[in-house]
């Protein structure tokens, strides 16, 4: 008898964005007239980046030809890509992150949900509430936790996020001692930013602890605010606890292209039962040479090209305009008496809708045919708030306005 990973049946019955997708499918179907205009899931609308497209379509000339022709790749990616990363995102920056620390993968959702195979079963894990869902739901699929009672996992520790703490959590606030935090900042789905001091703490606080930090770094391209931090290795100490994710879906358009990495320092070390530190960077690399054959040369081509002097004003000016699409939004919620967090170095609202989440999801989606995300689905602290993604045409966002101006006001 083949046993099923009982494990899995402890999971809400569907990812948050399959549930949003039904629901807006039955609205649609219902409506058949109905333009519906999506601000849920942060998914990317504006064409990829021209210098991109160039280093695509170059790259599947290469395939075209014996010479340049290109095979299985490096499981960890092409040196061409984990050196411009190397240089662009941390060195240029005053990091020290190496060519070799990097690890090109399909993207921070499937790192992040994969990362957690380094780590022992029996280890505490520590996450925010509201919380980007695939953090928990890879863990419990993992065994780590127990049932789940009023959308909280037993055997998870959280975090609670509130207006009151700026939606950044701090290692006081741990309830029980944890040997592992993921952190997203700017948050998703919260939108707010942590500064390098609240960051500099739980950097201090994995390595009194010897824990982990897993921070994902996800949104670090929509930071426009001077000082705020755009990776954990700006954190004194950081290399020897943390492991960072970033991706090219919302820097660069790259959603349904599919390319991320993950920064998993040398000398970064989880212990054995008997005390004895590990590198876990090895274990990574197994861990990728196994299960991945890696990102494809012509993706990877094209996430060069972002750092190209033209890809990085083209695709910085895609992320000007998404950002000013939350701005139009967050000014004309505000002037309509909602309090929202986020849309600043972020592309994402979070808004405090005094109410149900999903009730205030319902009636934007058949009042005003306009798609959010509602709070309760990142957890029980985001119970009372709504998330709306800046990623849309510049008309549809003046329309959503204007229809949320007329069913809120
Ligand atoms: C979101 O809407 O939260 C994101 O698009 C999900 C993701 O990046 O996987």
Redesign the pocket.
């Known amino acids: 008898m083949v046993r099923v990973n009982e494990n899995y049946l402890k999971i809400q019955a569907s990812y948050?964005?399959t549930e949003i997708a039904h629901r807006v499918k039955a609205h649609q179907d219902a409506n058949p007239g109905a333009k519906v205009i999506r601000l849920?899931?942060?998914?990317v609308t504006e064409p990829l980046a021209p210098a991109v497209v160039a280093a695509l379509h170059k790259a599947v000339d290469d395939e075209a030809a014996r010479e340049t022709f290109h095979g299985y790749g490096p499981e960890q990616g092409y040196a061409f890509l984990r050196e411009a990363v190397a240089k662009n995102d941390f060195q240029d920056r005053g990091l020290d992150v190496a060519a070799d620390e990097i690890f090109i993968s399909d993207?921070?959702?499937c790192d992040c949900g994969n990362i957690q195979e380094l780590i022992g079963a029996d280890v505490k894990i520590a996450v925010t509430d509201p919380v980007?869902?695939?953090y928990v739901d890879t863990n419990v699929m993992a065994g780590r936790t127990g049932p789940s009672s009023n959308g909280r996992y037993a055997g998870l520790v959280y975090l609670s996020c509130s207006a009151a703490n700026g939606f950044v959590p701090s290692p006081a606030d741990l309830p029980e001692p944890v040997d592992v935090v993921y952190l997203c900042y700017p948050n998703?789905?919260t939108g707010a930013t942590a500064t390098k001091a609240q960051l500099q703490a739980w950097v201090d606080w994995a390595n009194a602890n010897k824990a982990l930090v897993l921070f994902d770094a996800?949104y670090e391209a929509f930071i426009r605010t001077p000082g705020v931090p755009h990776s954990i290795y700006e954190c004194s100490g950081a290399r020897s606890c943390a492991i960072e994710f970033r991706?090219y879906?919302?820097t660069a358009g790259f959603?349904g292209i599919r390319c991320g990495y993950t920064v998993v320092p040398k000398g970064l070390v989880a212990w054995k039962a008997d005390g004895t530190p590990v590198e876990l960077r090895p274990f990574w690399t197994r861990r990728q040479t196994t299960k991945f054959n890696g990102c494809s040369y012509i993706t990877q081509r094209g996430a060069e090209a972002v750092y190209s002097p033209e890809g990085a004003a083209q695709t910085k000016a895609t992320i000007d305009f998404y950002l000013e699409n939350a701005k139009l939004m967050k000014d004309a919620l505000t002037k309509l008496g909602y309090t929202v967090t986020g849309g600043t170095d972020s592309p994402?609202l979070w808004v405090n809708v005094k109410g149900d989440s999903w009730a205030f999801f319902d009636k934007l989606l058949k009042e005003a045919n306009v798609v959010t995300?509602p709070g309760a689905g990142f957890g029980q602290a985001g119970e009372g708030f709504i998330?709306i993604?800046a990623f849309n045409s510049r008309e549809n966002v003046l329309e959503a306005i204007g229809r949320l101006s007329s069913v809120l006001t």
């Open positions: 948050l964005f849920g899931i942060g998914d993207g921070a959702k980007y869902p695939v998703n789905p996800a991706s879906s919302k959603t994402y995300t998330r993604s």
